[in-house]
């Protein structure tokens, strides 16, 4: 199951820091939405994106059922 290697991959992790991609880093991916990069302890990040293929930043939903907050983490 693949949801296992993603588990690996993020579970224990600690999120340092949150920032958006810069101006040279979003001419290189040929994005035109920039979306929130998640910056873990260890150096790790996570850049969210629109499609499995890359195709531009993309938006995130939060979620947390105990605080009743649904929010969306959006593009500029």
Known sequence: MRDRVFNDLLKGRT??????????????MMWYKNPLV????????LILQSDDEGND???????DGKADLLETIYTI
């Open 38 to 45: 998640l910056i873990f302890t260890d150096g790790t990040q």
């Open 57 to 63: 930043g993309g938006a995130a939903l939060f979620f």
């Open 15 to 28: 999120i340092r820091a949150v920032r958006r991609l810069d101006k040279k880093e979003m001419e290189e």
